[in-house]
């Protein structure tokens, strides 16, 4: 099946820093990458939708000048936290529609700390 | 948007029990329904998944039923043992669309032997 490789698994930034976390789709093109965001012990709330090659659609709330995501190629989406601060302390992680499996394959997820 | 619902947020059995999980979504035009398993910390996990074209599907111990007039659908599992202890999520998504899977607030499951 399909998938999706997530780096950095954990991280750990110093307040006011910005981090960058990658999503690969290893062998199939993802035109499209959805960003979650998971709080402990909460469900996964969806953040944003990228697309190849045009800006992302973010969803009610979620700040698109903090949170910066650039999907420039048919493999790679990247979800950037700008100015990160302890709120944005979370569990991110990044989704791809499988069209072999006409489903979705997710990626490994990444923990954020912000100190 | 889509909006996903799920009942009950705990759900405590004993081991052999049945437990039964239900959710409810809005968007008529969603035909995706997934179920997933996830660990702390950990990426969710497909248990199983229903088209809206179905109306139950089965896999060993675990069913999926899709009620598509009332716009809800449920996770059943027989037999229940301490490994079926997780957190588990439903969710929707109009698939063909490329639309994102929105999940239901989860449940808690903990199996006593």
């Known amino acids: 099946g399909a998938v999706v490789s997530q780096h950095p698994s954990w991280v750990i930034c110093k307040s006011g820093t910005s981090v960058k976390i990658e999503c690969r789709s290893l062998?199939?093109?993802?035109?499209?990458m959805f960003w979650y965001r998971q709080f402990p012990k909460q469900s996964l709330m969806l953040m944003a939708t990228?697309?190849?090659?045009?800006?992302?659609?973010?969803e009610q709330g979620v700040e698109k000048d903090k949170f910066l995501i650039n999907h420039a190629s048919l493999t790679l989406s990247t979800l950037t936290v700008t100015s990160a601060h302890p709120e944005d302390s979370s569990f991110y992680i990044c989704?791809?529609?499988?069209?072999?499996?006409?489903?979705?394959?997710f990626g490994s997820g990444t923990r954020l700390t912000v100190v | 948007g889509e909006n996903v619902e799920q009942h009950p947020s705990t759900l405590s059995v004993q081991e052999g029990d049945s437990a039964v999980i239900k959710c409810t979504y809005s968007?008529?035009?969603?035909?995706?329904f997934p179920w997933y398993k996830q660990e702390l910390g950990k990426r969710p996990q497909l248990i199983i998944d229903?088209?809206?074209?179905?109306g139950e599907k089965k896999d060993q111990r675990i069913a999926v039923t899709l009620n598509k007039t009332a716009k809800h659908f449920s996770l059943h599992i027989t037999e229940t043992q301490p490994e079926d202890s997780a957190v588990y999520f439903c969710?929707?998504?109009?698939?063909?669309?490329?639309?994102?899977?929105?999940f239901g607030k989860g449940t808690t499951l903990s199996v006593s032997s």
């Open positions: 989704s791809a529609a499988d069209r072999t499996s006409d489903g979705y394959t």
């Open positions: 062998d199939f093109q993802a035109t499209t």
């Open positions: 990228s697309n190849e090659g045009s800006k992302a659609t973010y």
């Open positions: 968007d008529s035009a969603s035909n995706y």
């Open positions: 229903i088209r809206s074209n179905v």
């Open positions: 969710a929707a998504s109009y698939r063909q669309a490329g639309t994102a899977l929105i």
